[in-house]
């Protein structure tokens, strides 16, 4: 059983920057990708960036590539999505998730369903 805290949200001016934080517990976080995905009122959750296992190995989407920086430190077991050049449009509910079979897999996911653990979110407000 995975357990992930997100922690970093907030108000911020467009422009400004943000880090999230995705601190894991449970399981083997070194073997696992992490996620991050966000959902804005009255549509669905979206994929916004991910990390393979090593770090070495990322997958951003269209909207947040140059802007989002995505990393992670396995010996804290925590995850990060530094967040550059906020857009009002990026205000969302922000979710990390992890992928427990990505070592089986050695592939990226960027869809919901492939991702097995979630964290409960937090919220991250651009105003302009």
């Known amino acids: 059983q995975v357990q992930l805290v997100e922690s970093g949200g907030g108000l911020v001016q467009a422009g400004g920057s943000l880090r999230l934080s995705c601190a894991a517990s449970?399981?083997?976080?070194?073997?696992?990708?992490i996620g991050w995905f966000r959902q804005a009122p009255g549509k669905e959750r979206e994929f916004v960036a991910a990390?393979?296992?090593?770090?070495?190995?990322?997958l951003y989407a269209d909207s947040v590539k140059g802007r989002f920086t995505i990393s992670r430190h396995n010996a804290k077991n925590t995850g990060y999505l530094q967040m550059n050049s906020l857009k009002p449009e990026d205000t969302a509910v922000y979710y990390c998730?992890?992928?427990?079979?990505?070592?089986?897999?050695?592939?990226?996911?960027?869809?919901?369903?492939?991702?097995?653990?979630w964290g409960q979110g937090t919220q991250v407000t651009v105003s302009s």
């Open positions: 998730a992890a992928d427990v079979f990505y070592e089986s897999k050695l592939r990226i996911g960027v869809r919901v369903e492939e991702y097995d653990y």
């Open positions: 449970g399981g083997t976080f070194r073997r696992y990708a």
């Open positions: 990390i393979g296992w090593s770090g070495g190995d990322t």
